[in-house]
């Protein structure tokens, strides 16, 4: 099969070729003049009766998929409607889907000595000359299985690269080294009187006549104490010679694994009950309240996995954010842990698949939901830590699959046990668990027995009337805030809103600024004083007047992290604050150093989004304060109470971790709310109980299934009326509910208009012959007149 193509086809084996198994790469030509890296499906006798095209080469010699990988997919592709193209598209490394389009870019900037091989070396030499070119160019120089071969090559030695994706462009880390010239500089060289006028050059050059050999860059500047400009002058003169190298991102400094600590009576209880309930083939959800020791009971599981020579998978919502964790597991298991992420290098992508399948040096893989589809050897457990997370649901593109869900199918495919950990569980896996399909083990109490934080209710619009809200914070969260950095306490503050202030609107006319591109009003971001769409990453000057009357009496609406940093400055002078969001978090590694500082006491006060519920582990924060709850339950789901108490939940489970004193403050305009006081019982239990009951009243999932489909159009009317033909054939399918077309809460994304059907099944359903009969239905609205250019998309449990 030919990736990212629709189905499979068939090819013929020359007769001389290498063994070619199911699951090899292999080579081969596709329609004129394109070129496929593929997968083989199948091997058989009965070839069809057109005249069928010989592959053009084997690029490994084993087969780089099991088979156990592709029943994997095929599952997937059919549960979540997609091709296996798409499937193979989202499972493999780029440098495995290579094609005639893929594009090849240059790391070296001149051809290394080093590099023998005649082909090899003219290779690179073209693609340094043009910096990036299409594998499609190169076929002119080069046959396609000698290209296959030379790429593999100079990617494996880092000269080149590949592009993984066109969003994120791998950048190679590189530092600068400098060194002395010794046939111009050595220390018997040079007339020291001419020197005399520049003293600077002379204590760059008695650094080196003293230290000798290589140095970096930044480490000459700070041991000679001198600028730039004179290690340029020193460069140019040809006295220092400066040399560039590749830093390999993956080679981590890995400290002796340290023992693991003992578990507590507790935890040492619920370790019993999970290998006994795995022992049963149960998947278990373990139910343990934030700082309760999960991970380590979670190390405990691990080591015992991989004691039997089974390898462990650690799936974790966003990889990004959990640095810290990652960390605590490189301590535990030192170099038997791979990460796999989206930041790595192409080829070092490749040594983790190959490695991962052979199954020799890593045996903890931790990775975010696409570390499911690595080849695992013999996987014996699978662990999916904050199992509620939304994260692990992918949106877009196809295949939008639940990590979580098709961890459990991948488990039966290997014999694996699956743990899955949160103190927030979704509704989905309680009611898995009633229904006996999942094992439950509690966990409640917090490691060292600290008492959970007290959750104090604000009510923000009594404090706002009495104009006493300043800085967005109440008197009683700010004189909490206060006390606490008296104390040398540092604070968390929560605000699910990223950017300075929502939006602008003109005082005069009533005029709000919107994206011209998707129906949503455009933020304000103080800092770059530029109007940007959270949605298509449009932005724009604020030109500081209205576009629709010109009068300059814009006012800023609501508040977003950015503002909050910003006043609070004003107001706290001394405190050092420092915001944790998308915006402030862009460049490589900036997580870490924010985290890290805060971390070291250098921050005080950390303003963040969302970003600051994951799984952070302070031991100097008592006080949390949640600045605006209401835009959390307020948002038309049905799911958005779940998601709220979870969120507010995991936001508290930052506060006092390591003491018996924490504190979290909810502000709302709605204290009466049903979500604010199940929170302020801290019973998670009893909300979760009320929201199932009312779940199945109004037949919602988990007691239902819903299968959305996405209908997309530049033009309305087109996009409407593909939309109605599609209900109108699905609800002619029995056991199908149809809901709908409506247009969703942001109509247009990215000049798109946007409608959506709800399609509700029972549980009973026989949701593979619905499925199918779905697939038709939208096969034949693609194929009605003036609708072929809608995009519709199926999207399986979408949420
Ligand atoms: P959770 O994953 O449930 O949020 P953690 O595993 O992060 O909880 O534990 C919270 C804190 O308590 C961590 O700092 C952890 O190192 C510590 N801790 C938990 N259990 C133990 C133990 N058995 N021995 C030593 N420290 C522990
Ligand atoms: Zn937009």
């Given at each position: 099969m030919p990736l990212a193509a629709e189905g499979t086809f068939t090819y013929e084996i020359p007769y001389d070729f290498d063994y070619v198994g199911v699951?090899?790469?292999?080579?081969?030509?596709?329609?004129?003049?394109?070129?496929?890296?593929?997968?083989?499906?199948?091997?058989?006798?009965?070839?069809?009766?057109?005249?069928?095209?010989?592959?053009?080469?084997?690029?490994?010699?084993?087969?780089?998929?099991?088979?156990?990988?592709?029943?994997?997919?095929?599952?997937?592709?059919?549960?979540?409607?997609?091709?296996?193209?798409?499937?193979?598209?989202?499972?493999?490394?780029?440098?495995?889907?290579?094609?005639?389009?893929?594009?090849?870019?240059?790391?070296?900037?001149?051809?290394?000595?080093?590099?023998?091989?005649?082909?090899?070396?003219?290779?690179?030499?073209?693609?340094?000359?043009?910096?990036?070119?299409?594998?499609?160019?190169?076929?002119?120089?080069?046959?396609?299985?000698?290209?296959?071969?030379?790429?593999?090559?100079?990617?494996?030695?880092?000269?080149?690269?590949?592009?993984?994706?066109?969003?994120e462009q791998y950048k190679p880390k590189v530092t600068r080294t400098l060194r002395l010239n010794y046939n111009l500089a050595a220390k018997g060289n040079v007339d020291l009187k001419e020197l005399k006028r520049a003293p600077a050059q002379k204590k760059v050059l008695e650094y080196f006549w003293k230290a000798q050999g290589a140095a970096a860059r930044k480490a000459v500047k700070e041991g000679a104490g001198v600028s730039d400009a004179v290690l340029k002058s020193l460069i140019d003169k040809g006295w220092l010679i400066e040399e560039e190298y590749v830093v390999d991102r993956l080679v981590e400094q890995v400290a002796e694994p340290e023992p693991l600590p003992q578990l507590s009576a507790k935890q040492h209880e619920v370790f019993e009950t999970i290998l006994s309930e795995w022992e049963k083939q149960k998947p278990t959800l373990l139910y343990g309240v934030t700082s309760s020791g999960k991970t380590e009971v979670y190390f405990h599981l691990i080591s015992r996995i991989i004691q039997e020579g089974k390898q462990a998978l650690v799936l974790l919502p966003e990889i990004a954010l959990t640095g810290q964790l990652v960390h605590r597991f490189r301590k535990v298991f030192?170099?038997?842990?791979?990460?796999?992420?989206?930041?790595?290098?192409?080829?070092?992508?490749?040594?983790?698949?190959?490695?991962?399948?052979?199954?020799?040096?890593?045996?903890?893989?931790?990775?975010?939901?696409?570390?499911?589809?690595?080849?695992?050897?013999?996987?014996?457990?699978?662990?999916?830590?904050?199992?509620?997370?939304?994260?692990?649901?992918?949106?877009?593109?196809?295949?939008?699959?639940?990590?979580?869900?098709?961890?459990?199918?991948?488990?039966?495919?290997?014999?694996?046990?699956?743990?899955?950990?949160?103190?927030?569980?979704?509704?989905?896996?309680?009611?898995?668990?009633?229904?006996?399909?999942?094992?439950?083990?509690?966990?409640?109490?917090r490691f060292g027995a600290f008492t959970h934080p007290e959750i104090v209710i604000v009510d923000y619009a009594k404090w706002w009337r009495r104009r006493k809200v300043r800085a967005h914070l109440t008197p009683?969260?700010?004189?909490?805030?206060?006390?606490?950095?008296?104390?040398?306490?540092?604070?968390?503050?929560?605000?699910?809103?990223?950017?300075?202030?929502?939006?602008?609107?003109?005082?005069?006319?009533?005029?709000?600024?919107?994206?011209?591109?998707?129906?949503?009003?455009?933020?304000?971001?103080?800092?770059?004083?530029?109007?940007?769409?959270?949605?298509?990453?449009?932005?724009?000057?604020?030109?500081?007047?209205?576009?629709?009357?010109?009068?300059?009496?814009?006012?800023?609406?609501?508040?977003?992290?950015?503002?909050?940093?910003?006043?609070?400055?004003?107001?706290?002078?001394?405190?050092?604050?420092?915001?944790?969001?998308?915006?402030?978090?862009?460049?490589?590694?900036?997580?870490?150093?924010?985290?890290?500082?805060?971390?070291?006491?250098?921050?005080?006060?950390?303003?963040?989004?969302?970003?600051?519920?994951?799984?952070?582990?302070?031991?100097?924060?008592?006080?949390?304060?949640?600045?605006?709850?209401?835009?959390?339950?307020?948002?038309?789901?049905?799911?958005?109470?779940?998601?709220?108490?979870?969120?507010?939940?995991?936001?508290?489970?930052?506060?006092?971790?390591?003491?018996?004193?924490g504190q979290v403050i909810i502000q709302t305009s709605q204290p009466e709310h049903s979500v604010i006081s199940y929170l302020q019982e801290g019973n998670y239990g009893v909300f979760a109980e009320q929201e199932l009951q009312q779940r199945y009243q109004f037949a919602y999932p988990p007691f239902t299934r819903i299968l959305a489909v996405t209908l997309k159009h530049k033009k309305y009317e087109v996009c409407k009326r593909a939309a109605n033909l599609l209900a109108t054939a699905c609800k002619k399918i029995s056991g199908l509910q149809v809901l709908g077309p409506q247009a969703p809460v942001i109509g247009r994304i990215q000049t798109y208009y946007i409608m959506e059907l709800t399609l509700k099944m029972e549980r009973s359903a026989q949701t593979l012959e619905i499925k199918s009969a779905v697939n038709n239905a939208i096969a034949k609205v693609r194929q009605a007149e003036g609708l072929k250019s809608v995009i519709i998309n199926p999207d399986m449990d979408p949420y």
């Open positions: 699951g090899s790469r292999v080579l081969v030509n596709f329609g004129k003049q394109k070129m496929y890296a593929g997968i083989v499906r199948a091997l058989h006798n009965n070839g069809p009766s057109y005249n069928t095209k010989p592959l053009s080469d084997v690029l490994e010699k084993d087969p780089v998929v099991p088979e156990v990988s592709l029943k994997f997919w095929e599952w997937m592709a059919e549960y979540y409607m997609c091709t296996l193209g798409e499937v193979c598209e989202a499972a493999l490394p780029a440098m495995f889907k290579i094609h005639s389009e893929t594009r090849i870019f240059a790391i070296e900037k001149t051809v290394p000595e080093t590099l023998e091989q005649d082909d090899a070396r003219t290779l690179l030499q073209i693609i340094i000359a043009h910096q990036e070119m299409r594998i499609k160019e190169l076929l002119t120089h080069f046959s396609s299985q000698k290209l296959m071969r030379l790429i593999k090559t100079l990617t494996a030695e880092k000269y080149i690269g590949i592009r993984e994706a066109v969003s030192g170099e038997k842990v791979a990460v796999y992420h989206s930041r790595i290098h192409a080829a070092q992508r490749i040594e983790m698949w190959h490695d991962v399948r052979k199954g020799e040096r890593f045996q903890v893989i931790i990775g975010p939901r696409s570390a499911i589809f690595l080849p695992y050897r013999n996987l014996g457990c699978i662990i999916v830590d904050e199992e509620h997370d939304r994260s692990y649901k992918q949106q877009d593109p196809a295949p939008r699959y639940n990590a979580r869900d098709a961890a459990i199918v991948l488990s039966n495919l290997y014999k694996a046990k699956v743990l899955m950990g949160t103190a927030t569980p979704s509704l989905e896996s309680l009611a898995n668990h009633k229904a006996k399909k999942y094992a439950l083990v509690k966990l409640v109490e009683i969260l700010l004189s909490a805030v206060t006390e606490e950095l008296e104390a040398g306490k540092q604070v968390i503050l929560f605000q699910n809103r990223r950017g300075f202030s929502p939006y602008l609107q003109c005082f005069d006319c009533g005029h709000i600024p919107v994206c011209p591109h998707c129906d949503v009003r455009l933020t304000y971001h103080k800092r770059d004083n530029r109007l940007v769409c959270h949605y298509c990453g449009f932005s724009v000057r604020n030109a500081g007047k209205c576009v629709e009357c010109g009068n300059v009496n814009m006012k800023t609406m609501g508040f977003g992290t950015e503002k909050i940093e910003e006043e609070l400055q004003a107001i706290l002078p001394d405190a050092r604050i420092a915001r944790f969001d998308q915006d402030a978090t862009r460049r490589k590694n900036s997580h870490e150093r924010i985290i890290g500082q805060f971390d070291q006491g250098e921050i005080d006060i950390l303003v963040g989004t969302q970003m600051v519920t994951k799984g952070l582990d302070f031991r100097n924060v008592n006080l949390v304060g949640v600045l605006n709850a209401d835009n959390l339950f307020s948002f038309p789901d049905f799911r958005s109470f779940e998601r709220s108490m979870q969120l507010l939940m995991q936001v508290a489970g930052r506060a006092g971790r390591h003491a018996d004193n």
